[in-house]
């Protein structure tokens, strides 16, 4: 079964430091998405992106955060001046088809577990 | 009012028990719903879409209450395999609105 898939699985990265997270989504799906869960909270979005551009972005998504498709199958979310409070889980996901059709899920990866120090 | 209401639990059931989660949902014009599971420290996993005429998967049931604006996940015959934190989620116009989940723990 394909699957999305993310890398690095753990990021020790210093405060004010830049890091990238990247994402390879599902080959067919129109539909990627960034989410981040603090230990011990809720899954929290970040960002959705199709047609190569950002739909939607939510308040934690300020100026420090940027999403890229750099080719067809890459999908990166870059932190350019981490902060402690930026510790936590990423998860990528992507879907098949617009979410307004019926039964379109989000499909996760295996995220990346962000260590800000 | 949150998007997605979920009891966090948690809910501490014996092998073979029967038990059940709810979510409530507030935006009425929401399209598509899920119920996702999630391991301590992994990603989470689509365990079942639910549709409007309610459906079943082996032991898991999920319903929807167009109505009431909530729906349901029911577990049998519960197995130590199945702990974990059951996420509902929610879907209106673009976005996935995820509940904050339900821990639940299967005590042999």
């Known amino acids: 079964e394909p699957e999305v898939t993310q890398t690095p699985s753990h990021q020790v990265t210093q405060m004010g430091q830049e890091v990238i997270l990247r994402c390879v989504p599902i080959?067919?799906?129109?539909?990627f998405y960034w989410y981040r869960q603090i230990l011990g909270q809720k899954v929290e979005f970040l960002v959705s992106?199709?047609?190569?551009?950002?739909?939607?972005k939510s308040e934690i998504f300020d100026d420090q955060f940027s999403v890229e498709r750099p080719d067809g199958s890459n999908f990166t979310l870059k932190i350019r001046s981490t902060k402690l409070e930026d510790s936590a889980m990423y998860f990528c996901?992507?879907?098949?088809?617009?979410?307004?059709?019926?039964?379109?899920?989000?499909?996760f990866g295996n995220g990346t577990r962000l260590t800000v120090t | 009012r949150k998007e997605v209401e979920q009891d966090p639990g948690p809910f501490n059931v014996p092998e073979g028990a029967t038990v059940a989660f709810n979510c409530t949902y507030s935006?009425?014009?929401?399209?598509?719903f899920f119920w996702y599971r999630q391991d301590c420290r992994k990603e989470p996993k689509l365990l079942m879409s639910?549709?409007?005429s309610g459906n079943e998967d082996g032991r898991f049931t999920a319903q929807l209450n167009r109505a009431s604006q909530y729906i349901s996940l029911l577990i049998r015959d519960s197995k130590l395999s199945d702990s974990a934190t059951y996420l509902c989620?929610?879907?209106?116009?673009?976005?996935?609105?995820f509940g904050t989940g339900t821990s639940l723990t299967v005590i042999p």
């Open positions: 996901a992507s879907s098949l088809r617009p979410t307004r059709s019926e039964n379109s899920p989000l499909h």
């Open positions: 080959s067919n799906h129109l539909y």
């Open positions: 992106f199709y047609n190569n551009e950002i739909s939607e």
């Open positions: 935006n009425s014009a929401s399209q598509s």
């Open positions: 639910v549709y409007s």
């Open positions: 989620v929610v879907v209106t116009g673009n976005q996935f609105y």
